[in-house]
């Protein structure tokens, strides 16, 4: 079982920024060595954002936020984070952390969900 919590959501403005969080746990989470972010629009589908392998060493971004977004995981603390810059109002979304055996940016690949953090930009 692996469990997925994140943090770090709110309310900013067009051109600020947010860090989000995505703490991980359980005892099966160090099989899975993808770690990624995705997000939902209110009446859109779910939406790859970024993805990184255990070591760091491999990273893909959605181009819609790639230069503005940066992914990163600490895994001595099983934390991920996503650094979100000049954010923009169309960045308005859930975002959620998944967890997955092997890389992938389809959302069907991935086993374990966290709950999601709103994040909003306003105009």
């Known amino acids: 079982q692996v469990q997925l919590v994140e943090s770090g959501g709110g309310l900013v403005q067009a051109g600020g920024s947010l860090r989000l969080s995505c703490a991980a746990s359980g ?7 993808m770690v990624g972010w ?5 009446g859109k589908g779910r939406e790859f954002v ?3 392998n255990y070591s760091g ?3 893909a971004y959605a181009d819609s936020v790639k230069g503005r977004f940066t992914i990163s ?4 603390k099983n934390m991920i984070s996503l650094q979100m810059n000049s954010l923009k109002p169309e960045d308005t979304a859930i975002y959620y952390c998944a967890a997955a055996r092997d890389s992938s940016t389809s959302g069907s690949h ?3 969900w966290g709950r999601g953090t709103q994040v909003t930009v306003s105009s």
Not at 28 to 33: H, K
Not at 38 to 42: E, G, S, T, V, Y
Not at 73 to 76: I, L, P, V
């Open 57 to 59: 060493s491999s990273t």
């Open 27 to 33: 005892p099966t989470f160090r099989f899975y060595a």
């Open 38 to 42: 995705f997000r939902q629009a209110p």
């Open 50 to 52: 970024a993805v990184m």
């Open 110 to 112: 991935y086993e374990y």
């Open 73 to 76: 995981r600490d895994n001595d």
